[in-house]
């Protein structure tokens, strides 16, 4: 089973930057398509970027353009750069496994997660 651990969570201003990680250790990290997912309170966690295990990326309209996702698997961490963020970006930030090789919506991993606050 894998382990995922996120770190670079955080308070910003509106229109800052962060830099998200997520380490994983016990598993053959290369094999799995990556995503992030974020959870607001009262709301529905939902997919914000993934990527295949080949560096295929998708992303939801709400950050098109603002977050990149990117993964170095010599070092078993997947990135999410996050940049000009809004305060309705703020939420919790997971980390997750994909199930295969092009698809992070049905995890099989997920990471404890990590706060990202925007403040207006």
């Known amino acids: 089973q894998v382990q995922l651990v996120e770190s670079g969570g955080g308070l910003v201003q509106a229109g800052g930057s962060l830099r998200l990680s997520c380490a994983a250790s016990?598993?053959?990290?290369?094999?799995?398509?990556m995503g992030w997912y974020r959870q607001a309170p009262g709301k529905q966690r939902e997919l914000v970027a993934a990527i295949t295990t080949g560096g295929g990326r998708t992303y939801a309209d709400s950050v098109k353009g603002r977050f990149t996702i990117s993964r170095d698997n010599a070092k078993s961490t997947v990135y999410l750069q996050m940049n000009s963020l809004k305060p309705e970006d703020t939420a919790v930030y997971y980390c997750?496994?994909?199930?295969?090789?092009?698809?992070?919506?049905?995890?099989?991993?997920w990471g404890q997660g990590t706060q990202v606050t925007v403040s207006s």
């Open positions: 997750a496994q994909g199930s295969n090789w092009d698809s992070a919506t049905r995890p099989r991993s």
């Open positions: 016990g598993s053959i990290f290369g094999s799995y398509a």
